[in-house]
Nanobody, 120 residues
Framework: QVQLVESGGGLVQAGGSLRLSCAAS????????MAWFRQAPGSEREFVAD????????NYADSAKGRFTISRDNAKDTMYLQMTGLKSEDAAVYYC?????????????WGQGTQVTVSA
């Protein structure tokens, strides 16, 4: 009912910046929370940030605070993750996820992921 497509990943130098996008389609009016997760090779998937689609309330993982900014454009059904001061440990596949009613602990929809590679 909801499709999510990430974009904006690529190769960036350490200390550089990158903006990821997650475009939602389908029954986007049902979205309650959208979030960014990431998974590095050999590591568990970890939470990065989320945003309440209606209130705009935001939560960040400690690793993202001060460097990453999550935002949304409701009219475009798009979520963004502006990343600055990128470090080698930020290299991962970044996924967007959405939660819709009935609310559960687990997220209901996931994108295919976009690769972020940090060089130098």
């Amino acid at each position: 009912q909801v499709q999510l497509v990430e974009s904006g990943g690529g190769l960036v130098q350490a200390g550089g910046s990158l903006r990821l996008s997650c475009a939602a389609s389908g029954r986007t009016f049902t979205i309650y929370i959208m979030a960014w997760f990431r998974q590095a090779p050999g590591s568990e998937r970890e939470f990065v940030a989320d945003i309440n689609w209606r209130s705009g309330n935001i939560n960040y993982a400690d690793s993202a605070k001060g460097r990453f900014t999550i935002s949304r454009d409701n009219a475009k059904d798009t979520m963004y993750l502006q990343m600055t001061g990128l470090k080698s440990e930020d290299a991962a596949v970044y996924y967007c996820a959405a939660k819709t009613p009935p609310l559960r602990v687990a997220y209901d929809y996931w994108g295919q992921g976009t690769q972020v590679t940090v060089s130098a």
